[in-house]
C-alpha cells in the first residue's frame, strides 16, 4: 500500500488544502515579522513532535494585536468557545515511522528543508512528499557529517 | 513396434490432430466440475485473505506446512517434463515420443501451479513484489541470502525456458492442425504455427532450435529443484540442514512427475484409443524409471536416518525419532509405504505392463510424494531445537484442503484445455518412429 | 479520528491529541489515521507532546502498598513502575501491579452513576443520584445500625474517613476480604502482643523453613519478601542459605526451594511443634515419631530437619498461607512463632514490630455475623465500597439473599461485580490510579497516592462523594468534616502546608529507605493444637489456593492476566484443577479430562492439569474464577471456590478455613481443550537451563557484581513544576531522567530564525561510539513470576490472542518464562528460564529474510521492520529459540478504552507480520536522546527495558556489553555465564548465569555440540 500513498502524495505536492482559518499566513508570522518558528512551535527542538501551537499561544498576541482583522476574529471565537482549531494537516509523514523533530533541529537542519520555503508561503504547502525517499537521500548524503554524521539504520526510524 | 502395424502419416494426423474434436460431451461435465473446485479454492483463498492466515492451522513452530508441501510438490511434478522432453531426447531414448508432449504440457502447468503457493503463503501477498529486486525511492534491495529469493529466479527461469521450450515444439504439429481446420480455429492455430510451411529450411531451424532448447533446459531440470531444496537445507532446523537434499529432491521430483504422467496417459489413451501409440514398450519403460527414481528416494531416507543416528547429533536424532515414532508419525509411515514399498512391485514385468496395476500404483507415488514433502516440513518444524515448543502437531483447516484442491482443478483446467485444443502427442516425432515401409501405404503408391 | 471538530468531547479531545504527538500508530486499533492536527486549548505548563510525564503513587492491587511511578503521556497512564526509593517493593513491581492499567482502562467499568429500575440500569446524573442517596441516607441514619457499610481492608487517611463517617451516621462498618491474614494477626497478638503480620527478611535468616506460606507470590509483601529472599538464597558470593518448603502441593515458592517435603495437609503446626520440642523449645507430648507419623513424613527426614535447623541459625519459620490455613491456622502459626523463637529469627529475620498491616479487615465469622444482621431486615441502607461479598460471601453466607433485605443497596464499585449486581444504585468511584489517597502498609512507611490522569469515565471519588453527603446534611455531620474534597482533607492529615505537601507527592509518599523492623516481647505459651476439621469425605483433600494473578478474583477480568501462564501449571485462560500424575493414573484421566469434584454438599466440574509436585491425596484449584458478572473476559470461566468451600473458620481467629473439606473426586470422561503452554515441560538434555551444584559455585572469582538497587526512574533528577491533569491542581511530576520539563528554561535562547539557529555548543560530546546492548539473566535469581512478562505486554503493545488461539500456540508474548523440571535425587528440581529474543550477533533469522525486514544493527540487534515485512515466517523457522511471533490475524483486542494504554512509542502491528523482542528500542532511543540532551554519554543503568525494570529479584541485568565497566559486562564474565545453544554459534546477547543448585552432584549432562561455547 506504501506506494499506494506515494502516488496520493505525489499529487498533493505542492497543494495547500483550505485551512479552517483561511487568513492565517505564516508568510506573515514567520516571515513579514521575523518570528521564530521555535516561538510558535514550542517543543520542536525537545521532542519529537513540533507541536502546533495552542490556542492560547496564539492568543497570547492576539488579544491585542490585530483583533479587527477576521481572522483574528474567527481565532477569538474558538478561544471564547475554548475549542481547539481543527487544522488540516499538510505535512505527513507514513504510518509506523518514528521521526523527532528534536534530533533533527539540534542538528541545525533548517525546518525549511523538509517544509519548503515556509516564511514565503500564504497557506502551508506539502513542500515534499516526506517519504522514505527523501528522508533516506539527505541521511545517506551526511552519512560522515563530521558533527552530526547520520545514520542508514533502519531503526533510526522504525520501531 | 508391431503396435504401430498400420499406421501411416494420413492416419496419425487425423488420430491425433482429430483428438479435440472427439472429447464430446464428457470433457464439458468433467471440464465444469473441474471449474467448480476451482471457484472453492479461490472463495477459500479471499477468506484467508481478508481474515488472516490465522483461518489456516498453521502455528508456532508449524510456521510452514501445507502450502509450501504443496509448492515443492507441483515443482518437483514440473520436472519430469523437462527430464523426457529435453535429457531423453538428447540421449535419443526412442519411447519418449509417444509422450513427451502430455509431460511438457504438464511441466508447464505444474510450475504455474506451483508458482502460486509462496504467494499464497505470504502474510502480505500484496507486498509480494518485494521479493523482485527493483530500483526504488526506498534504497533497499532484496537479500540474496536468502534461498526465497533464489527460487524467485529458479521458478521463473525454469517457467519461461520450459514454456518457450513446450511452444516451439508444437510448432510443426500446430501447422498440420491448422490445416485440416477452418474458421476462428484456423485463424488461432495459423497464429500460434508462426507461418510454419513445412519448408526443409522450416524444418531445419526448427530441429536445431529443438536442440538448443533441449540444451538449455537440461542444466535447467538439476538446478532447479536443488534451488527449492535448499529453502530447507540452508536452514539449520533438524531434519533440514542436510546435504543430500538436493539429489535427493531432484531424484523424488522425477519420480512423482514420471508418476503423474502415467496417471495422465493412462486415461487419455483409453479415451482417445491410442492403444496403437502409447503401447506397453512405453509404459514399462517409464515403470522402469519410477522404480529406478523410487529407489534413489529410499535409499535417500536410509541415507537420512542413518545420519541422524550416526552423527550422534542429539537434535537429529530427536528429529528423525519423532518423524517415524512422534505425535504424526502416521504421515511418515503413509509416505514410506507409498513410495517405498509399493513401487517395488515394478520389478515384475507383468506388473510394468499390466495398464490397471500400474495406474493404481502410480496414484500411490503421487499420494506419497505429496505427504514426503508434508513430513520434511511440517514434522521437521515440530521437532526443532527448543523443547519448550514442541506441540503436539499440526491439523489443516478447510481452507488449506480447499486451496489445495483448488491447485489441482487449476492445473487440470490447464491440461484439458490443452487436450481439447492442442496437439496432445507430437505428430511429427510420432512419424518419424514410423518403421519405413509403412511411411506410405500402398494405396497412396497406387495412385 | 476524523470527528467533526465542534464541540469536541475531552476524551476525544485527548485521543487527538495522542494523534497529533506522532501517536497515529494507535490506528492499529482506531479509525484511519487523524487528518487534522488538533492541539491543546491551554497547554499544560510541562506537557510537552510527545514526552512523558510520570506521577508517583502507590499501588491499590494489593495490601503491600508498594510505591509506584506512572507514566504518561498527552494525559494518558499509559505504564507503572516501581518507585525505587519506596522501600516495600525498591522499584520493582508484580503482575498484578503492571496489570493494574487494564483495570484503569477496562471495558467492563461503570462508566457513570447508574439506578436500577425495573432490573435494568439506567443513566443518572450524580446530582440527582446523590439528591436521592441524601433522602435515604437521612432517613437511616436516624435509627442507629440502620446502615451497614462494606468496605475492603484498608488503611491511612482513607480508612479514617471511613470510621468517621460511619459513626457519624451511626452505620456499622464491616470491612471485609477473604484473605484477611486474621489467624496469622491473632496468633501474634498472643506471641508478640502486636496485631500485625510479622514483616519476614530472609536474607537475615541462614535457614527458611517454609511450612507453606506462599511468600514469593501471594502472601504478604511479595516483592519485599522476594528481594530479602534473593538476598538469600541467589548464592551471590558462593552463600546460599537453605530453603525447605513443607507443603501438600508445591506453590511457585516452593519451586524456587531446595527441598519439598509433602506434609499431610493441616498438619504444619504438628510439625512445628515437634521440631520446637526437638529444639528444646519448652515444648512437650510432640515426639519426633509421632509427628512424623502423623504429619506423613520420613522419621529420618525430620531427623535430618531438626540437625540443620540446630547447625543454621538464625532460622526463619514461616506458618500456612491461605492454602494451607484450617480451622487451626490460630494455633498452627502460634506453633511457627514459638518455634521462630527457639531459632533466634524473631526480630531479625521475622519482626513482628511495626509489622505488616493489610488492612483492619474484619474476619471470616464477623462478616457472617453481620451478614446475619443485615439478614434480619433491620438494615435500611447498604452500602459496598472496594469489596464484592456477592463474590466472596455470596452463598457461603447467603449475602446475596441477605442484602436483598435491605431497602436500600448502593455500590460504589467501579466495575459491574456481582455485590453491585445486586444494588439499586451503582455510584463509580475512581480507579485508584485516577484517586487521590494514601496508604500505610506499615507503620511509618506511609505511601500517597495522586491521580496520574483525569478520569477516563464519569466517576467520582467515593471519598468526596462522603463528605459530600455529610457536608450537605449540615450540623454536627457536616462539622466533623471541614474540608470540601478529601485531598483537603488529605493535605490536613499530612500536615496541611501545601508545599510540603506537593514535595511529598514527589517522593510518593513519607518512608524510611528500609522497612523498619524490630522484636517484641510477650511470651505466648504453647499452643492446644488439635487437628483440622475436614468436612465431607473423599480420598482428596481439597485445597484451595489463590490464584497468583487473580487472587482473590479482583484480577480476572485483565485480559493480560488471563492469557499469561500461571507460572506453576502454565495453563491459560481456563480455570483447572490439579492432581498428581499417580492419581490420574488411578483415575485414569488424563491432562485435560473433566473431573466432577464433590464436597458431598456441593458438586463441581473442572478440566486437570497434571501436576508432579503435590500429593497423591490432594486436588488443587486456584480461586479468583467463576465471575458471573464482573465483566466480558472473566464471566463464565471455571468455578467460584469461596461458594463452593463449605463455610468453615478458623477457630480461635474466625478467619476463613480455606483447608476445610475433603472431596470425592471423579471421572467425567467429558473432554475439554484446556490451554497448555510448552511442550513436555522436560529439556530432553538440551541444556536450555543449566545448573551448577552450590559446591562448584562457591568460588567467587568473577562474582556477578553486587545487583545493588534496581536503576529503572534512573539517577540524575531533575524537578519540575508541572500540572497533573486538567482539573487535578499543579503538582510535581517524577523526578526521573525521562522527565526533560527542565529543559523547558533556556527555551527562549533558542528563538532564533531556524536558517541561522546555531546547535549548542559541545553538543557533540555524546560519545557516537557503537553500543552492543545486552543482557545477563542470573537463573539463580529468577522465581518465575511472570512479572518481567506483563511489563512487555505492558510496554510492547503486545496483543493478546484469547483461548481459540491459544490452543494453537498462537500466544504474541515476546517474553515468556520457560519451567523445566529437571530430575534430581530426592525428586524433580524446577527451573525458570525467562527467553525471549537472544538478539544473536550470528543470527539465524537474518539470513533467510528474503527482504530484509529483519537484519542486524550496529548496535547488535536484530531489527524487525513491521513495515518491510511480508510475512514469509523463514525467520521463525531458523531461529532454535522460537521467539518470533506472527501477527496471524489483527487481533482486535484493544476494545476502547483499552486501547488508550497503547504505548505510542512504538508500531502497533497488523495482519501478516513478524514481531518479537526489540529489547525495548524505545527505550534504548529515549536513552540515548537524553544523554545527547545533556552532551554526555549512555551510562551505565541509564536504559532498563521493561522486563529488567519490574523484575521482583532483579534477575535481569540490562546494559552495553561494549563498555566493559558495564554490570552486564561484568556479569557476563561470570564463573555461571553461558549461552543457549552455543554449539549452534548464534552468539547470543543474553547471558544466562547458570542455577545454582543444592541439589546436584555435578553440572547437568550437556550434549557435546553445547560445549562448544561461542
Request: charge should be neutral.
Given at each position: 500500500m506504501a506506494n499506494v500513498l506515494d502516488v496520493v502524495k505525489q499529487a498533493q505536492q505542492g497543494q495547500a488544502p483550505p485551512q479552517?482559518?483561511?487568513?492565517?499566513?505564516h508568510k506573515i508570522h514567520?516571515?513579514?515579522?521575523?518570528?521564530?518558528?521555535?516561538?510558535?512551535?514550542?517543543g520542536a527542538d525537545k521532542s519529537p513532535v513540533a507541536r502546533v501551537p495552542a490556542v492560547s499561544t496564539c492568543m497570547g498576541?492576539?488579544?491585542?494585536?490585530?483583533?479587527?482583522?477576521p481572522g483574528v476574529i474567527m481565532l477569538t471565537q474558538y478561544w471564547n468557545r475554548q475549542q481547539a482549531i481543527p487544522w488540516v494537516k499538510v505535512n505527513d509523514i507514513p504510518d509506523h515511522v518514528r521521526f523527532t523533530h528534536e534530533r533533527h533541529i539540534q542538528a541545525?537542519?533548517?525546518?525549511?528543508?523538509?517544509?519548503?520555503e515556509i516564511q514565503t508561503e500564504d497557506h502551508v504547502k506539502?513542500?515534499?512528499?516526506?517519504n522514505m525517499g527523501f528522508c533516506v537521500t539527505c541521511h545517506k548524503a551526511r552519512?560522515?557529517?563530521?558533527?552530526h554524521a547520520t545514520s542508514l539504520d533502519c531503526a533510526t526510524c522504525h520501531k | 513396434m508391431e503396435a504401430m502395424k498400420g499406421l501411416t502419416y494420413r492416419k496419425i494426423n487425423e488420430d491425433i490432430a482429430s483428438i479435440g474434436h472427439r472429447v464430446g460431451k464428457a470433457w464439458l461435465v468433467v471440464f465444469g466440475l473441474d471449474l467448480l473446485v476451482l471457484t472453492f479454492g479461490i472463495c477459500c483463498w479471499f477468506y484467508q485473505l481478508f481474515k488472516?492466515?490465522?483461518?489456516?492451522?498453521?502455528?508456532r513452530p508449524a510456521m510452514w506446512a501445507v502450502y509450501i508441501t504443496n509448492f515443492v510438490f507441483w515443482v518437483g511434478i514440473a520436472h519430469s517434463g523437462t527430464l523426457i522432453s529435453a535429457i531423453l531426447f538428447l540421449f535419443r531414448a526412442g519411447w519418449r515420443q509417444a509422450i513427451y508432449r502430455v509431460s511438457e504440457a504438464m511441466t508447464v502447468f505444474a510450475v504455474m501451479t506451483a508458482g502460486l503457493f509462496p504467494l499464497i503463503h505470504?502474510?502480505?501477498?500484496?507486498?509480494?513484489?518485494?521479493?523482485i529486486p527493483y530500483p526504488n525511492q526506498r534504497q533497499i534491495w532484496v537479500n540474496f541470502r536468502s534461498p526465497l529469493v533464489w527460487d524467485v529466479f529458479a521458478v521463473s527461469t525454469y517457467f519461461t525456458v520450459s514454456a518457450i521450450f513446450f511452444v516451439v515444439g508444437m510448432i510443426p504439429d500446430i501447422a498440420a492442425m491448422r490445416d485440416r481446420e477452418t474458421g476462428l480455429r484456423k485463424k488461432l492455430y495459423s497464429l500460434l504455427a508462426?507461418?510454419?510451411?513445412?519448408t526443409s529450411r522450416n524444418w531445419k531451424h526448427y530441429a536445431q532450435t529443438y536442440i538448443y532448447f533441449a540444451a538449455f533446459a537440461t542444466p535447467l531440470v538439476l538446478s532447479v529443484h536443488s534451488v527449492v531444496s535448499w529453502d530447507f537445507a540452508m536452514a539449520q532446523n533438524p531434519g533440514w540442514?542436510?546435504?543430500?537434499f538436493a539429489p535427493y529432491f531432484v531424484a523424488g521430483a522425477i519420480f512423482s512427475g514420471m508418476a503423474l504422467v502415467v496417471t495422465l496417459i493412462v486415461p487419455i489413451r483409453k479415451a482417445f484409443k491410442l492403444e496403437q501409440y502409447i503401447t506397453d514398450w512405453h509404459f514399462d519403460a517409464m515403470a522402469k524409471l519410477i522404480l529406478f527414481t523410487g529407489n534413489i528416494v529410499t535409499y535417500s531416507y536410509l541415507v537420512e536416518f542413518f545420519m541422524a543416528w550416526y552423527s550422534g547429533n542429539p537434535y537429529e536424532r530427536q528429529a528423525f525419532w519423532d518423524r517415524a515414532?512422534?505425535?504424526?508419525?502416521w504421515a511418515f509411515w503413509v509416505m514410506a509405504a507409498c513410495?517405498?514399498?509399493?513401487?517395488?512391485?515394478?520389478?515384475k514385468r507383468r506388473n510394468r505392463t499390466h495398464i490397471p496395476t500400474l495406474f493404481v500404483i502410480t496414484l500411490f507415488v503421487n499420494v506419497g510424494m505429496w505427504y514426503e514433502r508434508f513430513v520434511i516440513i511440517v514434522q521437521s518444524l515440530n521437532a526443532?531445537?527448543?523443547?519448550?515448543?514442541?506441540?503436539?502437531g499440526y491439523k489443516p483447516t478447510f481452507v488449506e484442503w480447499g486451496i489445495t484442491a483448488g491447485s489441482f482443478a487449476w492445473f487440470f483446467m490447464y491440461f484439458l484445455l490443452f487436450v481439447r485444443?492442442?496437439?496432445?502427442?507430437?505428430i511429427t516425432e510420432l512419424k518419424e518412429i514410423l518403421p519405413r515401409p509403412f511411411r506410405r501405404s500402398r494405396k497412396e503408391k497406387a495412385a | 479520528m476524523n470527528e467533526p471538530h465542534h464541540g469536541i468531547s475531552r476524551r476525544d479531545f485527548l485521543k487527538l491529541v495522542g494523534a497529533t504527538?506522532?501517536?497515529?500508530?494507535?490506528a492499529g486499533c482506531l479509525?484511519?489515521?487523524?487528518?487534522r492536527l488538533i492541539a491543546y486549548v491551554n497547554p499544560p505548563?510541562?506537557?510537552?507532546?510527545?514526552l512523558s510525564t510520570w506521577y508517583a503513587s502507590t499501588c491499590d492491587?494489593?495490601?503491600?502498598g508498594c510505591g509506584i511511578h506512572v507514566r504518561t503521556r498527552e494525559g494518558r497512564a499509559l505504564k507503572v513502575e516501581g518507585n525505587?526509593?519506596?522501600?516495600?517493593n525498591k522499584g520493582t513491581l508484580c503482575a498484578r501491579g503492571q496489570a493494574s492499567v487494564q483495570g484503569l482502562?477496562?471495558?467492563?467499568?461503570?462508566p457513570g452513576p447508574k439506578w436500577k429500575r425495573g432490573g435494568r440500569w439506567l443513566d443518572v446524573k450524580w446530582d440527582d443520584a446523590l439528591w436521592m442517596l441524601q433522602e435515604k441516607l437521612v432517613a437511616a441514619s436516624a435509627?442507629?445500625?440502620a446502615i451497614q457499610f462494606w468496605t475492603g481492608g484498608e488503611t491511612g487517611t482513607w480508612n479514617a474517613l471511613l470510621d468517621d463517617w460511619c459513626a457519624a451516621h451511626g452505620a456499622e462498618r464491616v470491612a471485609y476480604e477473604p484473605f484477611d491474614y486474621a489467624p496469622v494477626k491473632e496468633a501474634a497478638k498472643r506471641?508478640?502482643?502486636?496485631?500485625t503480620v510479622p514483616i519476614v527478611d530472609?536474607?537475615?535468616?541462614k535457614y527458611l523453613l517454609s511450612l507453606g506460606a506462599d511468600f514469593l507470590d501471594t502472601w504478604g509483601m511479595p516483592l519485599a519478601q522476594a528481594r530479602g529472599y534473593d538476598a538469600f538464597?541467589?548464592?551471590?558470593?558462593g552463600v546460599m542459605g537453605k530453603h525447605v518448603q513443607v507443603e501438600p502441593r508445591l506453590s511457585l515458592t516452593g519451586h524456587n526451594a531446595d527441598e519439598w517435603i509433602a506434609i499431610r495437609p493441616g498438619t504444619e503446626g504438628l510439625l512445628a511443634l515437634g521440631l520446637a520440642q526437638a529444639l528444646?523449645?519448652?515444648?512437650?507430648?510432640?515426639?519426633l515419631a509421632r509427628v512424623a507419623q502423623d504429619c506423613d513424613i520420613a522419621p529420618d527426614t525430620l531427623a535430618r530437619l531438626v540437625k540443620e535447623l540446630q547447625e543454621n541459625r538464625p532460622a526463619l519459620v514461616l506458618g500456612p498461607s491461605t492454602a494451607g490455613s484450617g480451622t487451626n491456622a490460630t494455633e498452627t502459626w502460634a506453633a511457627v512463632f514459638l518455634l521462630n523463637r527457639a531459632l533466634g529469627s524473631?526480630?531479625?529475620?521475622?519482626?513482628?514490630?511495626p509489622g505488616f498491616d493489610p488492612g483492619n479487615t474484619a474476619s471470616f465469622r464477623a462478616a457472617r455475623q453481620a451478614v446475619n444482621r443485615l439478614g434480619?431486615?433491620?438494615?435500611k441502607l447498604l452500602f459496598v465500597h472496594g469489596t464484592n461479598p456477592g463474590y466472596w460471601?455470596?452463598?457461603?453466607?447467603?449475602f446475596s439473599q441477605a442484602a436483598g433485605k435491605a431497602d436500600f443497596k448502593v455500590s460504589f464499585s467501579p466495575y459491574y461485580d456481582e455485590t453491585s449486581s445486586l444494588c439499586d444504585l451503582i455510584l463509580p468511584d475512581h480507579h485508584a490510579l485516577e484517586s487521590w489517597g494514601d496508604a500505610e502498609?506499615?507503620?511509618?512507611v506511609r505511601g500517597l497516592r495522586q491521580p496520574a490522569?483525569?478520569?477516563?469515565?464519569?466517576?467520582?471519588q467515593t471519598a468526596d462523594v462522603l463528605i459530600g453527603l455529610a457536608r450537605a446534611e449540615g450540623g454536627a455531620k457536616a462539622a466533623k468534616f471541614p474540608d470540601a474534597t478529601f485531598r483537603e482533607h488529605l493535605i490536613r492529615r499530612w500536615g496541611g502546608n501545601a508545599d510540603v505537601f506537593n514535595n511529598q507527592l514527589t517522593q510518593g509518599g513519607v518512608y524510611p529507605a528500609d522497612l523498619p523492623t524490630g522484636g517484641a516481647g510477650g511470651g505466648g505459651g504453647v499452643p492446644a493444637l488439635v487437628a483440622p476439621a475436614l468436612a465431607g469425605k473423599g480420598d482428596f483433600t481439597l485445597y484451595a489456593y489463590p490464584h497468583p494473578y487473580h487472587a482473590d478474583g479482583a484480577?480476572?477480568?485483565?485480559p493480560w492476566l488471563l492469557e499469561i501462564?500461571?507460572?506453576?501449571?502454565?495453563?491459560?485462560w481456563d480455570h483447572w484443577c490439579e492432581i498428581s500424575p499417580d492419581a490420574a493414573k488411578k483415575l485414569g484421566v488424563d491432562y485435560g479430562d473433566v473431573l466432577a469434584i464433590d464436597t458431598g454438599s456441593a458438586k463441581v466440574e473442572l478440566p486437570v492439569a497434571i501436576n508432579p509436585?503435590?500429593?497423591?491425596?490432594v486436588i488443587a484449584v486456584p480461586t479468583g474464577?467463576?465471575?458471573?458478572?464482573?465483566?466480558r473476559y472473566a464471566q463464565?470461566?471455571?468455578?467460584n471456590l469461596f461458594d463452593f468451600?463449605?463455610?468453615?473458620?478458623?477457630?480461635?481467629?474466625?478467619?476463613?478455613?480455606?483447608?476445610?473439606t475433603k472431596v470425592e473426586v471423579t471421572k467425567t470422561g467429558k473432554p475439554w481443550t484446556l490451554i497448555h503452554t510448552g511442550?513436555?515441560?522436560?529439556?530432553a538434555d538440551r541444556a536450555v537451563a543449566r545448573a551448577i551444584p552450590l559446591t562448584l559455585a562457591g568460588?567467587?572469582?568473577?562474582?556477578?557484581?553486587?545487583?545493588?538497587?534496581?536503576?529503572?526512574?534512573?539517577s540524575d533528577m531533575a524537578h519540575g513544576p508541572a500540572a497533573g491533569p486538567?482539573?487535578?491542581?499543579p503538582f510535581l511530576t517524577m523526578p526521573?531522567?525521562?522527565?526533560?520539563?527542565?529543559?523547558?528554561?533556556?527555551?527562549?535562547?533558542?528563538?532564533?530564525a531556524p536558517d541561522a539557529y546555531q546547535p549548542?555548543?559541545?553538543?557533540?560530546?555524546?560519545?557516537?561510539?557503537h553500543h552492543r546492548w545486552g543482557m545477563a539473566i542470573d537463573l539463580s535469581s529468577?522465581?518465575?513470576?511472570?512479572s518481567c512478562v506483563s511489563a512487555c505486554y505492558a510496554e510492547n503493545n503486545i496483543a493478546w490472542v484469547g483461548k481459540t488461539n491459544m490452543v494453537r500456540g498462537?500466544?504474541?508474548?515476546?517474553l515468556r518464562i520457560e519451567r523445566y523440571y529437571e530430575d534430581v535425587e530426592g525428586g524433580i528440581e524446577t527451573r525458570f528460564v525467562p527467553m525471549?529474543?537472544?538478539?544473536?550477533?550470528?543470527?539465524?533469522?537474518e539470513t533467510v529474510c528474503p527482504v530484509y525486514a529483519t537484519y542486524h544493527n550496529p548496535e547488535g540487534l536484530n531489527v524487525q521492520v513491521y513495515n518491510r515485512c511480508?510475512?514469509?515466517r523463514y525467520c521463525s523457522n531458523n531461529c532454535?529459540?522460537?521467539v518470533r511471533a506472527f501477527n496471524?490475524?489483527?487481533?482486535?483486542?484493544?476494545?476502547s478504552p483499552l486501547n488508550?494504554?497503547?504505548?505510542?512509542?512504538l508500531t502497533t502491528r497488523s495482519k501478516g507480520v513478524m514481531e518479537k523482542c526489540t529489547f525495548c528500542l524505545q527505550r534504548i532511543r529515549e536513552g540515548k536522546d537524553i544523554a545527547r540532551d545533556q552532551n554526555r554519554d549512555v551510562r551505565d543503568g541509564d536504559i532498563t527495558p521493561a522486563c529488567a525494570q519490574g523484575c521482583p529479584t532483579q534477575a535481569i541485568l540490562f546494559g552495553?556489553?561494549?563498555?566493559?565497566?558495564s554490570r552486564v559486562a561484568k556479569t557476563a564474565k561470570d564463573a555461571r555465564s553461558y549461552h543457549v545453544f552455543a554449539d549452534l554459534n548464534t552468539l547470543p546477547s543474553i547471558t544466562y548465569l547458570k542455577k545454582v543448585s543444592?541439589?546436584?552432584?555435578?553440572?547437568t549432562p550437556v550434549p557435546a555440540e553445547a560445549e562448544v561455547e561461542a
Open positions: 479552517p482559518i483561511p487568513q492565517f499566513s514567520a516571515g513579514d515579522n521575523h518570528i521564530p518558528c521555535l516561538y510558535c512551535h514550542i498576541c492576539h488579544k491585542l494585536v490585530g483583533t479587527d482583522k541545525g537542519i533548517a525546518c525549511q528543508t523538509c517544509h519548503g506539502l513542500a515534499h512528499t516526506l552519512l560522515n557529517d563530521p558533527v | 488472516g492466515l490465522g483461518v489456516t492451522g498453521y502455528t505470504l502474510g502480505r501477498i500484496w507486498f509480494f513484489y518485494w521479493l508462426l507461418g510454419w510451411r513445412g540442514h542436510s546435504t543430500i515414532f512422534g505425535p504424526m508419525g513410495n517405498c514399498i509399493i513401487p517395488q512391485l515394478l520389478w526443532n531445537f527448543s523443547p519448550w515448543i514442541w506441540r503436539g485444443f492442442l496437439p496432445t502427442f507430437s | 504527538a506522532g501517536a497515529a500508530t494507535v479509525p484511519p489515521k487523524a487528518d505548563n510541562d506537557d510537552i507532546v510527545g492491587e494489593c495490601p503491600a525505587p526509593a519506596h522501600p516495600v482502562y477496562n471495558p467492563d467499568r461503570v435509627t442507629a445500625g506471641a508478640f502482643g502486636t496485631s530472609p536474607s537475615k535468616a538464597h541467589s548464592a551471590r558470593g528444646g523449645g519448652g515444648v512437650s507430648g510432640y515426639d524473631v526480630g531479625t529475620a521475622l519482626s513482628p514490630s434480619s431486615g433491620n438494615v460471601l455470596g452463598s457461603a453466607t447467603g502498609p506499615v507503620k511509618g490522569m483525569r478520569p477516563v469515565f464519569q466517576t467520582r484480577g480476572a477480568n485483565k501462564p500461571d507460572p506453576v501449571t502454565k495453563v491459560a509436585l503435590m500429593r497423591n491425596d474464577y467463576g465471575h458471573t458478572e464482573y465483566g463464565g470461566r471455571g468455578v468451600l463449605p463455610a468453615a473458620e478458623d477457630a480461635s481467629s474466625g478467619g476463613r478455613a480455606f483447608l476445610a511442550g513436555p515441560g522436560r529439556q568460588a567467587p572469582a568473577g562474582a556477578p557484581e553486587p545487583k545493588g538497587e534496581p536503576t529503572p526512574a534512573g486538567e482539573g487535578t491542581p526521573t531522567f525521562r522527565d526533560r520539563t527542565s529543559q523547558l528554561n533556556g527555551l527562549h535562547e533558542k528563538q532564533l549548542p555548543t559541545g553538543y557533540n560530546q555524546y560519545n557516537r561510539a529468577c522465581i518465575g513470576c511472570s498462537r500466544e504474541m508474548a515476546w525471549m529474543c537472544q538478539q544473536c550477533g550470528n543470527a539465524p533469522c511480508v510475512g514469509t532454535p529459540y522460537k496471524w490475524f489483527d487481533y482486535d483486542c484493544w476494545v488508550w494504554q497503547l504505548n505510542p512509542d552495553d556489553l561494549a563498555d566493559a565497566n543444592r541439589r546436584i552432584k555435578e553440572e
